[in-house]
């Protein structure tokens, strides 16, 4: 689904040239749920960007279902965004002039669906997510919880191939944070391939797979003991 | 079409939103009425007054005593034969007025005696048997005034000749059934004159706004004016022997009488220099709607341009979460463009009511006239497109934003 072979990412100032990402390598099969960890700096958000095509990369190689994305122009890459991504922010990223149906209708709009399907999507979306009664509530009338299901639900209701979530329960309290994990494994469990950013380690424990990243590169937890320790420490708080 | 959700949004940014749409209504009313008189007084300028401009000038004769009505009278005579051994000078008359000269007399017309409110208002102009040949008028009904039809007038006498020739406008409007000739009328006298000639056009000797309906409502009389302060020499040249003939003219008459005054600065006129100083305040007035024009139109285009560049800058993560989501350059492009759309559209809508309002007001206050609606839909267009050019910079800056702004702190 998901495969970056030796992909690099630098930037470049007069004085200095900086890789955000170095000789990356990742393969994220179909179906999977990947937790992405690693210290703030280390390329995680980097990583997520590039996989969404929010922006390019400096080199190597990535192909998102079966599609290599370098070559691409902008209109391509945002056909791909709208028809193949769904994204899960931190910060919700809910649009506040918007009401929850018009929020979770942007992306069927930027596809060209027809207003009746559009409409059953978005109720079948938000039902999804329990929030079917809240259609009409504008973002700053619901608690965060509610308002990142609302980001859930407009990822969901494109159907995509991938989600990809930034650190998706950042900015909620434990309680909201649970709901919100709850509702992205039961996603997974229907088939969807989820990629999630995250430095918690209780989040990614829940994870069917952890990639961890330092200084831009994908490293193997097996090597370095003291993240095996502490992730298998968290995960087996969280299962029991 | 993003209609809906832009219309929705722009709800929740009232004040901007009716703020920018005021301006541009308020500026389509003004813009609309101010555009009306420019060409009203545009079109006043090059109006035709029916005599032949183009070699035709005027010397302002003031006498140099004080004349008796026979004395001036005499004088005139000698200083007619003096102008017309002018080898450039072709005719020559003498006048009270002359069409364009910014004022001179003017009667109300009626049908009958008895009659109380006026049919017309016609200018009045006297003048010998050359006047028509002179001013180069065409008649093109009935004949010229004879000789012997001529009576000088002078200082304190008053009355109506038995003959008038009048202009075809103001035959138009005594008799629409076009048999005014041979018919009588009455002018501010119990004394009918009667209508021996109809001219194919002559303008006004006044310019002014309100006496734009009767523009071409003329008459002459048969009358020499002998006043003792002087007197008008309306003289005809020979094709392209104007320049000569304005610089000899004062030369002729200085040589045949010391005792007058005509002015070196401006005692000697063409045509030409006379249309120019009669619509000075028509293209004052139009100079100056135009600036207002400009102005008004750079200040709602600046208002736009300024608007819209703070809700990119304030709405610069939306619009990357937008792209994120799948919006194309060209979908944020649209984005932008539309929404001004929208509120040119509201602020046009409102601005038709403000025209109509305004004109209605310029009507009853200024006796202006009804606005066309051609003014109108042009108004809307011009704003319209002021809209989408002023907005454009602005949303091709929004467009550029990239979709990586989605996932930047707020």
Known sequence: ?240 | MQIHPIIVALRRHKAGTLLIALQIALTLAIVCNALFIIHQRLSHLSEPSGIDEANLFVVTNLWGEQYSTDEAAAKIQQDLAALRQLPGVDNVTPADSYPLRGGGWDNFITLKPEQVSMTTDASVYTGDEHFLRTLGVKLIAGRDFHADEVQNMGLRQNFVPPVTIISKALADKLYPNGDALGKPFYSMSDKPTTIIGIVERLHRADVSTWSAPYANESLIWPIRMAQPWGVFYIVHTKPGQLDEAMREAPKALYAENRMRMISSKDGVRSFAQIRHLAFESDRGMAVLMSIICVVLLAITGAGIVGLTSFWVGQRRRQIGVRRALGATHRDILHYFLTENFLISLAGVAIGVLLTFGLNLWLVERFEMQFLPLAYVLGGMVILLLLGQGAVFAPALRASRVPPVEATRPA
Do not use: C
Not at chain 1, 76 to 87: C, D, L
Not at chain 1, 158 to 183: C, F, I, K
């Open chain 1, 1 to 240: 689904m998901l495969k970056m072979t030796h992909l690099s990412k630098v930037y470049r100032t007069e004085v200095v040239e900086t890789y955000a990402l170095r000789d990356f390598n990742i393969d994220v099969k179909e179906g999977e749920f990947v937790a992405v960890t690693g210290p703030s700096g280390s390329g995680k958000t980097t990583f997520l960007t590039i996989a969404g095509l929010l922006e390019t990369f400096t080199g190597g190689e990535y192909h998102l279902d079966g599609i290599e994305v370098s070559q691409l122009n902008d209109n391509a890459r945002s056909k791909i965004r709208n028809e193949k991504i769904g994204f899960i922010f931190q910060a919700f990223n809910l649009i506040p002039d918007l009401n929850v149906f018009d929020n979770v209708e942007v992306p069927l709009r930027y596809r060209g669906m027809k207003a009746p399907e559009r409409k059953e999507r978005i109720m079948g979306a938000l039902d999804r997510v329990g929030l079917a009664s809240r259609a009409k509530h504008y973002p700053a009338e619901l608690s965060g919880g509610q308002q990142q299901r609302v980001a859930i639900a407009r990822a969901l209701a494109g159907s995509p191939r991938l989600l990809l979530a930034d650190e998706p329960t950042g900015n909620l309290d434990t309680q909201m944070a649970r709901g919100v994990l709850e509702l992205l494994e039961e996603i997974h469990r229907e088939g969807a391939t989820i990629v999630m950013v995250t430095h918690d380690p209780e989040l990614a424990a829940r994870a069917q797979r952890n990639v961890h990243i330092i200084d831009g590169q994908v490293v193997d937890l097996a090597e370095d003991p003291r993240f095996h320790t502490a992730y298998t420490a968290a995960a087996g708080q969280i299962r029991s």
